[in-house]
């Protein structure tokens, strides 16, 4: 089956997360709750997390690897909170910062806390440059890098470029695209992602040749 034929059947088959195989449990609507109010942001919002979380659960799936879809479901959702004001930290690497913070935000929802620290490994170890050393931790991981590639890859950085004539302008965003193709696809380490890792990044490639061309080398972006 060809790689993008084959994320569309894992994501087709993966129910959205108001649609799990059991009702959502009251500690769910509050963190994703607390995600839609506090991570308002086109490349690594809501949107985001429902990608990650969905994608994760394929690729195990796919895999066939038991994941604890507590732990998922949480880190999935809480993993770039460290991104936002009044979480993030200046010069420290927001996985760390939303990892050691983590358990304040879900104490009060009724998560099962002695789940944390799997929690807390999947949101420290979430970043294409991290090395995952739980299940959990690992789909996250990779769902995460794959949202780097692909035309969504491409919506994500250009999101970042001031729409109001500022820095970064896109011309200045155009490296972190050339970065994310020459360093996440390496780091893509699941089976099920290794499979769907080819036909992203291929599409990014192509997307920048594409752009190049319609703007003389990037000059008139």
Not at 11 to 37: C, G, H, Q
Not at 90 to 110: M, R
Not at 172 to 190: G, I, Q, T, W, Y
């Given at each position: 089956?060809?790689?993008?034929?084959?994320?569309?059947?894992?994501?087709?088959?993966?129910?959205?997360?108001?649609?799990?195989?059991?009702?959502?449990?009251?500690?769910?609507?509050?963190?994703?709750?607390?995600?839609?109010?506090?991570?308002?942001?086109p490349a690594w919002?809501?949107?985001?997390?429902?990608?990650?979380?969905?994608?994760?659960?394929?690729?195990?799936?796919?895999?066939?690897?038991?994941?604890?879809?507590?732990?998922?479901?949480?880190?999935?959702?809480?993993?770039?909170?460290?991104a936002f004001k009044?979480?993030?930290?200046?010069?420290?690497?927001?996985?760390?910062?939303?990892?050691?913070?983590?358990?304040?935000?879900?104490?009060?929802?009724?998560?099962?806390?002695?789940?944390?620290?799997?929690?807390?490994?999947?949101?420290?170890?979430?970043?294409?440059?991290?090395?995952?050393?739980?299940?959990?931790?690992?789909?996250?991981?990779?769902?995460?890098?794959?949202?780097?590639?692909?035309a969504i890859g491409?919506?994500?950085?250009?999101?970042?470029?001031?729409?109001?004539?500022?820095?970064?302008?896109?011309?200045?965003?155009?490296?972190?695209?050339?970065?994310?193709?020459?360093?996440?696809?390496?780091?893509?380490?699941?089976?099920?992602?290794?499979?769907?890792?080819?036909?992203?990044?291929?599409?990014?490639?192509?997307?920048?040749?594409?752009?190049?061309?319609?703007?003389?080398?990037?000059?008139?972006?």
């Amino acid at each position: 089956m060809r790689p993008i034929k084959l994320l569309l059947v894992l994501l087709a088959l993966t129910p959205a997360p108001a649609l799990a195989d059991s009702p959502p449990l009251d500690w769910r609507i509050k963190v994703r709750a607390f995600n839609m109010e506090h991570c308002k942001h086109p490349a690594w919002g809501t949107s985001h997390s429902d990608r990650d979380y969905r994608l994760a659960k394929a690729m195990a799936a796919s895999d066939k690897v038991a994941l604890d879809d507590d732990v998922l479901f949480a880190a999935a959702y809480l993993h770039d909170v460290a991104a936002f004001k009044p979480y993030e930290k200046a010069d420290l690497d927001h996985s760390d910062v939303a990892a050691d913070l983590v358990g304040e935000i879900l104490a009060p929802t009724g998560f099962p806390m002695a789940k944390l620290p799997k929690v807390q490994a999947a949101i420290r170890e979430h970043m294409y440059y991290r090395t995952p050393t739980v299940p959990e931790s690992l789909y996250l991981h990779d769902a995460d890098a794959l949202d780097w590639l692909g035309a969504i890859g491409a919506a994500r950085i250009m999101a970042l470029a001031d729409p109001n004539g500022g820095q970064p302008d896109a011309p200045a965003v155009l490296p972190m695209l050339k970065e994310n193709l020459r360093d996440v696809p390496a780091r893509v380490l699941s089976p099920a992602g290794k499979a769907l890792m080819p036909a992203k990044r291929d599409l990014l490639v192509k997307w920048l040749e594409t752009l190049s061309a319609e703007t003389d080398g990037f000059k008139t972006l």
